[in-house]
């Protein structure tokens, strides 16, 4: 059962972090919480590929790893900061109006993505609120979350490989390019609580203390200026939600907390100009997003059918549709064998 996309809930501010892990995963989420404070505001729930057919103990052994109290999900709880809960085994989780919802899952579903599945809830439901980490685990749950999460102007973390026991589920969410933050599950940790002190963080329509309406808009067309300069591109008339929404998510990033300190950085580092262009255009899906499919293609698949195919006879390939896909005119084409298994 789909949870219904609706608006979080007035007046609550503070973010929500999903976190998700596979293999590995008891250890990294031990070490995160660990090095989390108790009282950084924030909400943690934790999506954990889990065996249907057992009791799961993975409350109770993280229990011991902080003082914030750790449950396991039950259907229609309210979620509360500084408090962290845990998927149940044999559910997907969802989240509407600040409550979280179990879902029921296929029995041995071979394509049960449990992360993804919550990171999308996530993003749509909390916005700019949203914060992803993927820590230790094999294959690619998550990755096409973690993106939904950006996307929404959410932030997002994933493990580094050196500290991950197995890397697949971070370095699948890295390879594409859908991640803010690399880092072990400490570094991540520190990060978070630095983040939960970010006067923008979750409130990108208010303005921080000092910054006066006039002042805050006489800025940003500056900001649309360099824009314009550097990139091209006149934002002057997006929509201003999305654009106050995209300028906070980088002014969190850069641990800037105001209007003019941003636009100032934005005058010494024109490198950041390029990536808030990105951000204000970014893209909620990608060609390569999964890069062991496109592997597969090109290893196993398109070999099989060069395999029956004549030189020179041509094969019509049909892309259904992407955002960041081929040029105007190459949704449907006809690719000529180059010998091999080329393409």
């Known amino acids: 059962m789909p949870v219904k996309k609706t608006l979080a809930a007035p007046g609550r501010t503070f973010p929500i972090v999903g976190v998700g892990a596979s293999a590995g995963g008891l250890e990294a989420f031990r070490s995160l919480l660990h090095t989390l404070p108790a009282n950084t505001g924030m909400a943690f729930v934790l999506v954990q590929h889990l065996d249907p057919e057992h009791e799961s103990l993975l409350t109770r052994l993280l229990s011991h790893a902080t003082r914030m109290p750790v449950t396991e999900v039950t259907e229609g709880v309210t979620v509360q900061p500084n408090h962290v809960y845990v998927i149940p085994p044999n559910k997907a989780l969802g989240i509407g109006n600040g409550a979280l919802h179990l879902l029921a899952r296929k029995r041995r579903d071979p394509k049960h993505m449990p992360v993804d599945a919550f990171f999308h809830s996530l993003a749509e439901n909390e916005g700019s609120r949203a914060i992803g980490v993927i820590l230790s685990g094999v294959a690619t749950d998550g990755t096409l979350g973690l993106a939904a999460i950006k996307a929404a102007g959410g932030i997002t973390f994933a493990q580094d490989s050196k500290s991950a026991k197995y890397d697949g589920m971070p370095r699948s969410a890295i390879a594409a390019g859908c991640v803010d933050f690399v880092l072990p599950p400490e570094g991540i940790a520190r990060e978070l609580k630095r983040v939960s002190l970010h006067p923008y963080l979750g409130r990108p329509e208010h303005l921080p203390a000092g910054d006066r309406r006039g002042q805050r808009d006489e800025e940003l067309l500056k900001i649309f200026a360099l824009l314009r300069h550097a990139t ?21 990033l850069h641990k800037i907390s ?3 300190q941003y636009l100032k950085y934005l005058h010494e580092n024109r490198l950041e100009l390029t990536a808030l262009r990105e951000d204000l255009l970014i893209h909620v899906t990608s060609f390569f997003r999964e890069p062991d499919t496109f592997r597969a293609l090109k290893e196993t698949i398109l070999p099989r059918i060069f395999r029956n195919k004549a030189p020179g006879e041509p094969l019509r390939v049909w892309v259904a549709g992407c955002s960041t ?19």
């Open 258 to 260: 105001s209007l003019r």
């Open 232 to 252: 091209d591109v006149d934002f002057t008339n997006y929509k201003r939600s999305t654009i106050n929404r995209r300028i906070a998510r980088r002014m969190v």
């Open 325 to 343: 896909g081929p040029p105007a005119g190459r949704s449907a084409g006809v690719l000529p064998r180059r010998g091999g298994t080329r393409w």
